[in-house]
């Protein structure tokens, strides 16, 4: 069977039949997701590549592991998440609940209110296909906080419940959930400002309850 | 319900949360059908989530691609006794 219409989970249970070039189709499909993954996560590309290269060898002890309980895609990207995290508390020296403690900025008080509101220049479909994109959004991913990029990453591209991020980060639900909502507001204005259609602008109205 | 009260109930509006009741829900949409500003925003928010969803991950570097293959294929050689 071609390697290309094997679905991702026929892939892995393929790999650990058919050996290392099953595996190496595994490892094609995924490691600029897993790489990405590292990168946003830890902001370096050492120790992204340092991710992507502990992800797949973890894959390579665990391939009997994948239970089929979620998506091949989502077990491999927490693999490649843990590693990135761990890669950070190292670099701290200390654990990430203790760094990523609640602060004052933790609450629903004095909120980043949006700005510039104005409907984007092209569909977010039409915008990932261009080349320039990506690096555009990774820019805006780098100017929030790490208290708020991790957030957003596991939340929002990792697809992880609000639970499942409170647990990775040592968080409650609660500074998940306010974190959250202050990166949304965060990249949302970024990417307005950088995407949004000037002539649509608006402003924000007070004069209505 | 204020453009202020719609920014706190913003998350669980777009994620569609079921800690939103049906009557908070109801007076979100009443807010929205005549908020313009608020319908951008949110609007705004969704294409944002959407974007680092589906956006095109950054490629491997060209030397690592090579490096890591290697690394692997030697891994798997020490824990299943054979190469590819």
Same mark, same amino acid.
């Given at each position: 069977?071609?390697?290309?219409?094997?679905?991702?989970?026929?892939?892995?249970?393929?790999?650990?039949?058919?050996?290392?070039?099953?595996?190496?189709?595994?490892?094609?499909?995924?490691?600029?997701?897993?790489?990405?993954?590292?990168?946003?996560?830890?902001?370096?590309?050492?120790?992204?590549?340092?991710?992507?290269?502990?992800?797949?060898?973890?894959?390579?002890?665990?391939?009997?592991?994948?239970?089929?309980?979620?998506?091949?895609?989502?077990?491999?990207?927490?693999?490649?998440?843990?590693?990135?995290?761990?890669?950070?508390?190292?670099?701290?020296?200390?654990?990430?609940?203790?760094?990523?403690?609640?602060?004052?900025?933790?609450?629903?008080?004095?909120?980043?209110?949006?700005?510039?509101?104005?409907?984007?220049?092209?569909?977010?479909?039409?915008?990932?296909?261009?080349?320039?994109?990506?690096?555009?959004?990774?820019?805006?991913?780098?100017?929030?906080?790490?208290?708020?990029?991790?957030?957003?990453?596991?939340?929002?591209?990792?697809?992880?419940?609000?639970?499942?991020?409170?647990?990775?980060?040592?968080?409650?639900?609660?500074?998940?959930?306010?974190?959250?909502?202050?990166?949304?507001?965060?990249?949302?204005?970024?990417?307005?400002?950088?995407?949004?259609?000037?002539?649509?602008?608006?402003?924000?109205?007070?004069?209505?309850? | 319900?204020?453009?202020?009260?719609?920014?706190?109930?913003? @998350?669980?509006?777009?994620?569609?949360? $079921?800690?939103?009741?049906?009557?908070?829900?109801?007076?979100? #949409? *009443?807010?929205?059908?005549?908020?313009?500003?608020?319908?951008?925003?949110?609007? @705004?928010?969704?294409?944002?989530?959407? $974007?680092?969803?589906?956006?095109?991950?950054?490629?491997?570097? #060209? *030397?690592?691609?090579?490096?890591?293959?290697?690394?692997?294929?030697?891994?798997?050689?020490?824990?299943?006794?054979?190469?590819?």
């Amino acid at each position: 069977m071609e390697q290309s219409t094997l679905t991702d989970e026929q892939l892995i249970r393929q790999a650990s039949v058919r050996g290392f070039e099953a595996f190496q189709d595994l490892v094609e499909r995924f490691q600029d997701r897993v790489f990405a993954v590292g990168r946003r996560i830890t902001g370096n590309l050492q120790d992204a590549e340092d991710v992507t290269q502990q992800t797949f060898l973890s894959l390579i002890e665990h391939l009997d592991g994948f239970r089929g309980e979620s998506s091949a895609a989502t077990w491999i990207l927490r693999i490649a998440t843990n590693h990135a995290l761990k890669i950070l508390r190292k670099r701290r020296g200390l654990p990430l609940a203790g760094q990523m403690a609640a602060d004052a900025d933790d609450s629903y008080s004095s909120l980043p209110h949006p700005e510039f509101i104005a409907h984007w220049q092209e569909t977010p479909e039409a915008l990932v296909e261009r080349a320039e994109v990506g690096e555009q959004i990774e820019s805006a991913l780098e100017l929030l906080d790490e208290k708020y990029r991790l957030v957003f990453l596991l939340r929002d591209v990792q697809e992880l419940s609000v639970r499942e991020t409170a647990e990775a980060l040592g968080l409650t639900e609660a500074n998940v959930k306010v974190r959250l909502l202050r990166a949304r507001l965060m990249l949302r204005e970024h990417l307005t400002r950088v995407f949004g259609d000037e002539s649509t602008r608006v402003f924000p109205s007070h004069d209505h309850g | 319900m204020t453009c202020e009260e719609l920014l706190k109930a913003l @998350n669980e509006y777009v994620d569609g949360a $079921l800690d939103l009741s049906e009557a908070e829900c109801q007076r979100f #949409a *009443e807010h929205l059908a005549g908020c313009n500003p608020c319908q951008i925003v949110v609007d @705004n928010i969704r294409g944002t989530i959407e $974007l680092f969803r589906n956006g095109k991950p950054f490629p491997l570097p #060209a *030397e690592f691609k090579t490096r890591l293959n290697q690394t692997l294929r030697q891994r798997w050689a020490e824990k299943f006794g054979r190469s590819a």
